[in-house]
């Protein structure tokens, strides 16, 4: 389904060209202007024209123009540029009425669109009677240099060409007719609309990518500026019957609520009893709102994820060692797990941060009791203290009969594992620090306090210390979980590790998909080039892409892995900036290199680099915020 034709946005036009190109381009559209917006500048392409500024002002979606002018704004714009067709039967049209000038005619054509074939060429004189001078040009100043000879030398009667070339002629008082008729100017504006439909429609479902992050999971709802529906994913669809046959009971069902400012709003519904929260965000085409994006997210989408459910995502993973550098985390892990004070873990994503939490959950005095992890960066202000802190039956309008109990109390006689504590806002900082210094928390709409007995780990990809310099992160809190504190070098600092975990992998792979490798001949193929890769992803990374080198095998009649078929799985391996070097600064330097890599990598897809780096979609357009990343 179209998302554009569903909904009434117009494509926009711009029209580059010289006056009887404008006047033939102006006569026909009256026929189009149900379907396009046009805006016509006279204008000559040429490296004295800043269109930049024009494609700033105008905001077309696509830019029509002719011969050398459309080669020019094509070679050097980045929307689509339409270029007006020369057929066969335009240039017959045209000889013939400028035979009733003058036998004697010159025709002028751009050498960069399709020719007339010489056959025709040949024909043209004796089929239409005429005396036929026909010049080639491929710039505006080469049509100009020959129409100027051609006025000097020749004793030039009627000129037949584009736009700016009769212009040029009539100046000198010679009569002109028009290349372009309007037969092909009828097809040159549908085909542009057909090129402005495509355009839009791809940044649309870019821009899609981005706002949904993918996410095929939750309910998803597209509607226009008017709220009238353009897509409706199969979740929502599955979830709450849509009826094509009354839209407006869906609409009221779902409560999409349109009033308010163009930006991302946020709030708690109930639906059929059940609770969500359901994220607008504005979808804009050359910052003009075209529509929204509702997202429904359940809140049981907030729930903890136990040691179980960690360990089965996960496969649960030997914790492998062979550097001194992990050995010694990993002995520090097992001592600091004995104390009762909190443990922040830092270090870059997919360097293990989760794993030394399972480490430290498994030889602490807590080992029975639970693991709950939670996303820091991934519940919303308004649910966080329902969520955290849990509530009592009525506590609210839309809270659940009997109540719940909040994250925090699942981890009661267990472990809180608070991931990505960093993204935590200041607000919610605040209280959480009260539950953590008095080990007790009321839940919402309680009147009691309920005490608590839980060991604390937070793990952060940034430097805690500089977001308390910075003003983004509580000193008081960072004290609180900062009692132990264990650094996560990146894997391209420990390189005795690379082969260990590669072989551990390989096997791990090849025994999951059932397949058989040549794990010896692929280790000794990788590892050289894994052991000189800068390794943005660390560790995640890694087993990422034996995954992929494993599941390559599954085709039998695929060549063995070679250097070349290397390349060809794993090209991130080889790009310029791959290897390692030495990158001096703090953690937040390193990992702003990291996610630079990673962009410039993944031609700036963010969600391939999110994936790629193991982080949200979220978290990475936070951080490239903050880097000042403006591309």
Same mark, same amino acid.
């Given at each position: 389904?179209?998302?554009?034709?569903?909904?009434?946005?117009?494509?926009?036009?711009?029209?580059?060209?010289?006056? *009887?190109?404008?006047?033939?381009?102006?006569?026909?559209?009256?026929?189009f202007e149900q379907d396009v917006n046009v805006t016509i500048v006279e204008s000559v392409a040429s490296k004295s024209v800043v269109y930049d500024k024009l494609v700033e002002q105008h905001r077309p979606d696509v830019i029509v123009s002719a011969g050398a002018n459309a080669s020019y704004l094509e070679s050097t714009l980045s929307i689509p540029v339409v270029s007006q067709?020369?057929?066969?039967?335009?240039?017959?049209?045209?000889?013939?009425?400028?035979? *009733?000038?003058?036998?004697?005619?010159?025709?002028?054509?751009?050498?960069?669109? *399709?020719?007339?074939?010489?056959?025709?060429?040949?024909?043209?004189?004796?089929?239409?009677?005429?005396?036929?001078?026909?010049?080639?040009?491929?710039? #505006?100043?080469?049509?100009?240099?020959?129409?100027?000879?051609?006025?000097?030398?020749?004793?030039?009667?009627?000129?037949?060409?584009? $736009?700016?070339?009769?212009?040029?002629?009539?100046?000198?008082?010679?009569?002109?007719?028009?290349?372009? #008729? $309007?037969?092909?100017?009828?097809?040159?504006? *549908?085909?542009?609309?057909?090129?402005?439909?495509?355009?839009?429609?791809?940044?649309?479902?870019?821009?899609?990518?981005?706002?949904?992050?993918?996410?095929?999971?939750?309910?998803?709802?597209?509607? #226009?500026?008017?709220?009238?529906?353009?897509?409706?994913?199969?979740?929502?669809?599955?979830?709450?019957?849509?009826?094509?046959?009354?839209?407006?009971?869906?609409?009221?069902?779902?409560?999409?609520?349109?009033?308010?400012p163009g930006e991302t709003v946020e709030r708690l519904i109930t639906i059929d009893d059940e609770n969500w929260y359901q994220r607008r965000s504005p979808l804009e085409i050359h910052g003009d709102l075209f529509g929204y994006v509702f997202r429904f997210i359940p809140q049981r989408a907030y729930r903890p994820r136990r040691e179980a459910d960690i360990a089965a995502l996960?496969?649960?993973?030997?914790?492998?060692?062979?550097?001194?550098?992990?050995?010694?985390?990993?002995?520090?892990?097992?001592?600091?797990?004995?104390?009762?004070?909190?443990?922040?873990?830092?270090?870059?994503?997919?360097?293990?941060?989760?794993?030394?939490?399972?480490?430290?959950?498994?030889?602490?005095?807590?080992?029975?009791?639970?693991?709950?992890?939670?996303?820091?960066?991934?519940?919303?202000?308004?649910?966080?203290?329902?969520?955290?802190?849990?509530?009592?039956?009525?506590?609210?309008?839309?809270?659940?009969?009997?109540?719940?109990?909040?994250?925090?109390?699942?981890?009661?006689?267990?472990?809180?594992?608070?991931?990505?504590?960093?993204?935590?806002?200041?607000?919610?900082?605040?209280?959480?620090?009260?539950?953590?210094?008095?080990?007790?928390?009321?839940?919402?709409?309680?009147?009691?306090?309920?005490?608590?007995?839980?060991?604390?780990?937070?793990?952060?990809?940034?430097?805690?210390?500089?977001?308390?310099?910075?003003?983004?992160?509580?000193?008081?809190?960072?004290?609180?979980?900062?009692?132990?504190?264990?650094?996560?070098?990146?894997?391209?600092?420990?390189?005795?590790?690379?082969?260990?975990?590669?072989?551990?992998?390989?096997?791990?792979?090849?025994?999951?998909?059932?397949?058989?490798?040549?794990?010896?001949?692929?280790?000794?193929?990788v590892l050289p080039h894994f052991e000189a890769y800068f390794w943005p992803g660390n560790v995640r990374e890694l087993d990422n892409f034996i995954e992929r080198l494993v599941v390559a095998s599954i085709d039998h009649d695929a060549a063995p892995f070679t250097e070349t078929r290397l390349r060809v799985l794993l090209p991130e391996l080889f790009s310029s900036r791959s290897?390692?070097?030495?990158?001096?600064?703090?953690?937040?330097?390193?990992?702003?290199?990291?996610?630079?890599?990673?962009?410039?990598?993944?031609?700036?897809?963010?969600?391939?680099?999110?994936?790629?780096?193991?982080?949200?979609?979220?978290?990475?357009?936070?951080?490239?915020?903050?880097?000042?990343?403006?591309?």
């Amino acid at each position: 389904m179209s998302i554009l034709r569903d909904s009434n946005y117009k494509p926009r036009l711009l029209i580059v060209g010289y006056r *009887k190109f404008s006047e033939l381009i102006n006569s026909i559209m009256v026929e189009f202007e149900q379907d396009v917006n046009v805006t016509i500048v006279e204008s000559v392409a040429s490296k004295s024209v800043v269109y930049d500024k024009l494609v700033e002002q105008h905001r077309p979606d696509v830019i029509v123009s002719a011969g050398a002018n459309a080669s020019y704004l094509e070679s050097t714009l980045s929307i689509p540029v339409v270029s007006q067709p020369v057929t066969d039967v335009d240039i017959i049209e045209a000889l013939t009425k400028a035979r *009733k000038i003058s036998r004697r005619i010159h025709l002028f054509t751009y050498q960069g669109v *399709k020719q007339p074939t010489n056959r025709l060429i040949a024909s043209l004189p004796e089929l239409l009677d005429i005396e036929l001078l026909h010049h080639h040009y491929s710039t #505006s100043d080469e049509a100009t240099e020959q129409l100027l000879l051609a006025l000097a030398e020749e004793s030039a009667e009627v000129i037949v060409g584009p $736009s700016y070339t009769c212009h040029m002629a009539e100046q000198h008082e010679v009569p002109t007719i028009l290349l372009y #008729s $309007s037969t092909s100017a009828r097809l040159l504006i *549908k085909t542009a609309i057909q090129r402005a439909h495509d355009a839009i429609e791809n940044a649309l479902r870019g821009s899609l990518q981005a706002v949904l992050m993918d996410d095929p999971h939750e309910p998803l709802v597209v509607c #226009s500026g008017t709220g009238e529906i353009l897509l409706c994913n199969e979740v929502a669809s599955q979830h709450w019957g849509k009826n094509e046959r009354d839209l407006s009971g869906f609409n009221q069902r779902i409560q999409l609520e349109l009033s308010g400012p163009g930006e991302t709003v946020e709030r708690l519904i109930t639906i059929d009893d059940e609770n969500w929260y359901q994220r607008r965000s504005p979808l804009e085409i050359h910052g003009d709102l075209f529509g929204y994006v509702f997202r429904f997210i359940p809140q049981r989408a907030y729930r903890p994820r136990r040691e179980a459910d960690i360990a089965a995502l996960s496969g649960a993973p030997e914790f492998i060692i062979r550097s001194s550098a992990m050995e010694t985390i990993s002995k520090l892990a097992k001592t600091y797990a004995i104390t009762s004070g909190a443990v922040l873990i830092q270090g870059e994503s997919g360097t293990g941060k989760e794993h030394i939490t399972r480490e430290i959950h498994r030889h602490s005095h807590y080992a029975n009791g639970p693991l709950v992890a939670i996303n820091c960066g991934s519940i919303p202000n308004e649910l966080f203290e329902s969520e955290m802190f849990g509530y009592v039956d009525g506590a609210f309008t839309s809270s659940r009969r009997g109540g719940r109990i909040g994250l925090i109390q699942e981890a009661n006689q267990g472990i809180l594992f608070l991931d990505e504590v960093s993204e935590l806002p200041l607000l919610q900082q605040s209280k959480l620090l009260r539950v953590l210094q008095e080990k007790s928390l009321r839940p919402v709409g309680g009147n009691r306090e309920v005490p608590l007995d839980f060991k604390i780990v937070a793990a952060t990809n940034a430097n805690l210390a500089d977001c308390v310099q910075a003003g983004s992160f509580r000193e008081d809190l960072y004290y609180r979980l900062n009692v132990f504190a264990l650094h996560l070098p990146p894997l391209r600092e420990r390189i005795e590790d690379i082969g260990a975990i590669s072989r551990y992998y390989i096997e791990r792979y090849s025994q999951s998909y059932h397949v058989e490798v040549a794990a010896d001949e692929l280790y000794r193929l990788v590892l050289p080039h894994f052991e000189a890769y800068f390794w943005p992803g660390n560790v995640r990374e890694l087993d990422n892409f034996i995954e992929r080198l494993v599941v390559a095998s599954i085709d039998h009649d695929a060549a063995p892995f070679t250097e070349t078929r290397l390349r060809v799985l794993l090209p991130e391996l080889f790009s310029s900036r791959s290897h390692i070097r030495l990158v001096t600064g703090t953690l937040k330097d390193k990992e702003q290199v990291a996610i630079l890599d990673a962009m410039k990598r993944f031609n700036n897809d963010k969600t391939q680099v999110a994936s790629h780096l193991g982080i949200s979609s979220t978290t990475l357009w936070r951080r490239l915020k903050a880097i000042g990343w403006a591309h």
